[in-house]
């Protein structure tokens, strides 16, 4: 009995020994499984992101190439930019030349036509107190006509002075003219005709400063056609209307010879 109480006391010891044992194999065998789980997990883990940085180390490669290439292209076209604003500036300045060598030649143009215009253009008379506006031609042609009278080429003159009347009706000039036309009349002995133009002078202009000579080449006029009557009369109007002038001095010497 003794001994069977011993062996059943050694071997509940011996259970008691083993089970430990036991425990310590079960619990080695789950933290291996655990840690290969986990190393598991850990080289998926790394792989999948090892592979995502290889797909964004391509994506990226990609990108950089996309934009190596952009970065070519855009280089293109800034090249050709530039040569196109080197075309451009290049033209720009042709034009600017062409242009002032077109504003030069204008100038010079205007100017020709401005120095052949003159000559054409009206011109500003200053005569016998009166200013007015001519044309060249008309100056050039009462200032020959008043010439033929100063030379005493009568004739020549009536006919300027009276074709001068009929081109240049109402010309600043036509009061002059007619004192003058009256003159070569004078000088032609054309007394009658000399008379009407000096009449015609006088009446239109009593204040123009050539009238008392006027008055006084009418009366010789008369006095010429032996109208003494007429003449004293023409010289009393004279003397009574131009007082101090030359005019009315010499009218009172012919008056008084007239009177004898």
């Known amino acids: 009995m003794r001994v069977l109480r011993l062996t059943w006391a050694a071997l509940a010891a011996g259970l008691l020994l083993v089970q430990p044992a036991h425990a310590g194999l079960f619990e080695d065998d789950e933290a291996r499984k655990a840690i290969l789980d986990l190393r598991s997990k850990q080289q998926a883990s790394e792989d999948a992101a090892k592979q995502r940085n290889e797909q964004l180390a391509a994506q990226l490669q990609e990108q950089i190439s996309l934009l190596r290439r952009s970065l070519l292209d855009l280089n293109g076209q800034i090249d050709g930019l530039r040569s196109e604003i080197a075309r451009l500036r290049g033209t720009n300045e042709q034009l600017a030349r062409d242009l002032s060598e077109t504003q030069r030649k204008v100038a010079d143009q205007s100017a ?12 500003k008379v200053s005569l016998d107190g009166k200013e007015f506006q001519v044309d060249p031609e008309e100056r050039r042609q009462y200032e020959a006509a008043v010439g033929l009278v100063r030379r005493g080429d009568f004739a020549e003159a009536v006919s300027a002075l009276g074709g001068f009347l009929q081109r240049y009706n109402g010309s ?3 009061d002059s003219v007619r004192f003058w ?9 054309d007394y009658k005709g000399a008379i009407a133009t000096f009449k015609t ?3 239109g202009n009593p204040n123009h400063p050539r009238a008392g000579e006027a008055l006084l080449a009418l009366a010789n006029c008369q006095i010429e056609l032996k109208d003494n009557k007429a003449a ?5 109007d004279l003397i009574k209307a131009y007082p101090g002038s030359e005019a009315a001095q010499a009218g009172k010497e012919r008056l008084a010879a007239l009177k004898k």
Request: glycine share 10%; proline share 6%; hydrophobic share 30%.
């Open 172 to 174: 600043g000039y036509s």
């Open 181 to 189: 036309l009256g003159n070569a009349q004078y000088g032609q002995r």
């Open 201 to 203: 002078f006088i009446a």
């Open 112 to 123: 020709t036509l401005d120095a052949r215009l003159k000559p054409l253009e009206p011109q």
């Open 232 to 236: 004293r009369r023409s010289l009393e």
